[in-house]
């Protein structure tokens, strides 16, 4: 049977439906111009009966399938045959059990666990979608590949190039937007990378308009088949947790491919009798870039099947036109004011019963600081999760009983200049880096020791710090 019987792409909007071949690439429905999603025949796909299935793929590992954390699941994702997958060993990453950090979000010990996504390949979690991309670019010949970023896609985007050299990169970034642990991978992976005036949502209309007129294949997350590969996240949590639903979901809200990708796949179990219940959903916002929040928490904006009321989100974006409003925060992953996938995120919202919080870049960098004294470091976007559920418990929406997973997107160094200005003791280079985001203190700061080099003023200051 032909993978494209099996797979096929599908406009999100009820009132269109329209469906493509799995072998097009579309980033949009070429009829009504809504977003699309990958969908499955899964009455003739030979899916599991137990998700306890995939952990016996565990003792294969010497397969790059079975290796990979995101073609474990290819069953949950089957879209293009084995031979056509793309893989550089992505998915390899930890789901911790956070008691040390568990009194600072406000739930008991043993119910916070933090997925780290930074342990990919390039450091974030867009290696998951990545490898899909890739695998589906792959399958219709594509050639160039191109993206905007704020900086962990064009490093996923570089270092996939780079390793399968099935493809060239082409990576659009907004003048002075993108930390420079990242930008350093998409030089060093040797990419195209094209910085223009302006911001992330300006850098995403020119590279839709570029990929369109030269034929080059898109990766962003409106790409539907990025978020297939984002979907494995969800599966290696459950894994991890021996294949029990948790409570809550708390994840960053950037381009909101993630939350998307989130819904989708507990959509999917559920639909297939994998798992029992669904787990509900928190998708945070930082202050400075809160479209989601603005629309969901205060218009009202909601999925409704499809068929809500999306008026508020054009009289949204022209205020932010008229108003020459730009995103504006530390976490500059999630530095996006024209999320992408925004109705997609709505559709995960309904279907698992979720809230939409916002927290300031002070809230962001002191859980930041909290997570790292636990033992993982993550950039700051990762951290609004953090934030995000200890603002939750404060309110009494997550109980300090329930169980929560808090995504942690990307590796500490991918911005390492914010770490280190909150940490410093140095007045200026806090205020040079931190001080225009509004960032009043460093609660937690961890400042280093000035001392002489004598060795009996290093011994004292080392036992007075003990």
């Given at each position: 049977m032909l993978q494209s019987e099996l797979a096929f792409q599908k406009c999100i909007a009820p009132d269109c439906g329209a469906t493509f071949d799995v072998q097009e690439m579309h980033v949009a429905c070429p009829r009504c111009h809504d977003l699309l999603d990958v969908q499955y025949d899964w009455n003739r796909l030979p899916v599991p009966d137990r998700l306890e299935y995939f952990e016996r793929k565990w003792s294969r590992r010497h397969d790059p399938l079975c290796h990979s954390g995101v073609w474990r699941f290819h069953e949950l994702l089957p879209f293009a045959p084995a031979e056509q997958i793309v893989t550089v060993g992505e998915g390899q990453t930890l789901l911790q059990q956070a008691d040390g950090i568990a009194p600072y979000v406000g739930v008991q010990p043993g119910r916070l666990h933090l997925q780290y996504e930074g342990l990919n390949p390039s450091g974030s979690f867009k290696d998951n979608g990545m490898s899909a991309a890739f695998t589906h670019a792959r399958s219709i010949g594509a050639k160039r590949a191109a993206c905007a970023s704020t900086g962990n896609t064009s490093a996923s985007l570089a270092m996939y190039c780079a390793v399968t050299r099935l493809m060239k990169a082409v990576i659009f970034i907004g003048s002075g937007k993108i930390a420079y642990g990242k930008l350093s991978q998409a030089l060093e992976y040797g990419a195209l990378t094209v910085q223009i005036a302006g911001d992330f949502d300006d850098a995403m209309v020119r590279v839709q308009q570029v990929a369109r007129d030269l034929g080059i294949y898109l990766v962003n997350s409106v790409n539907p088949f990025r978020l297939e590969g984002q979907k494995t996240i969800m599966y290696r949590v459950l894994e991890s947790l021996r294949w029990q639903v948790?409570?809550?979901?708390?994840?960053?809200?950037?381009?909101?491919?993630?939350?998307?990708?989130?819904?989708?796949?507990?959509?999917?179990?559920?639909?297939?009798?994998?798992?029992?219940?669904?787990?509900?959903?928190?998708?945070?916002?930082?202050?400075?870039?809160?479209?989601?929040?603005?629309?969901?928490?205060?218009?009202?904006?909601?999925?409704?099947?499809?068929?809500?009321?999306?008026?508020?989100?054009?009289?949204?974006?022209?205020?932010?036109?008229?108003?020459?409003?730009?995103?504006?925060?530390?976490?500059?992953?999630?530095?996006?004011?024209?999320?992408?996938?925004?109705?997609?995120?709505?559709?995960?919202?309904?279907?698992?019963?979720?809230?939409?919080?916002?927290?300031s870049d002070q809230d962001i960098l002191d859980a930041k600081a909290q997570v790292g004294a636990g033992g993982i470091g993550c950039e700051p976007a990762s951290a609004a999760s953090v934030a995000g559920a200890r603002l939750l418990v404060r309110e009494g929406v997550i109980d300090p009983e329930q169980r929560v997973v808090c995504v942690l997107t990307g590796h500490q160094l991918k911005d390492p200049t914010a770490t280190v200005a909150y940490h410093s003791g140095d007045p200026q280079k806090f205020n040079e880096v931190l001080g225009s985001r509004g960032v009043q203190h460093a609660s937690f700061a961890n400042r280093a020791i000035a001392v002489p080099n004598e060795l009996d003023q290093i011994i004292q200051a080392i036992e007075s710090h003990s």
């Open positions: 948790p409570d809550w979901i708390v994840v960053p809200g950037g381009n909101l491919g993630n939350s998307s990708a989130f819904g989708k796949a507990f959509s999917e179990l559920h639909c297939l009798g994998l798992i029992d219940r669904l787990p509900r959903l928190a998708v945070i916002n930082a202050c400075g870039a809160d479209t989601l929040y603005q629309l969901h928490q205060v218009r009202g904006v909601r999925w409704r099947n499809g068929h809500g009321d999306m008026s508020g989100v054009a009289e949204h974006y022209e205020r932010l036109t008229r108003e020459h409003k730009k995103a504006s925060t530390i976490a500059s992953a999630i530095e996006i004011n024209r999320p992408v996938n925004l109705r997609k995120c709505l559709r995960a919202l309904d279907t698992c019963d979720g809230v939409v919080r916002q927290v």
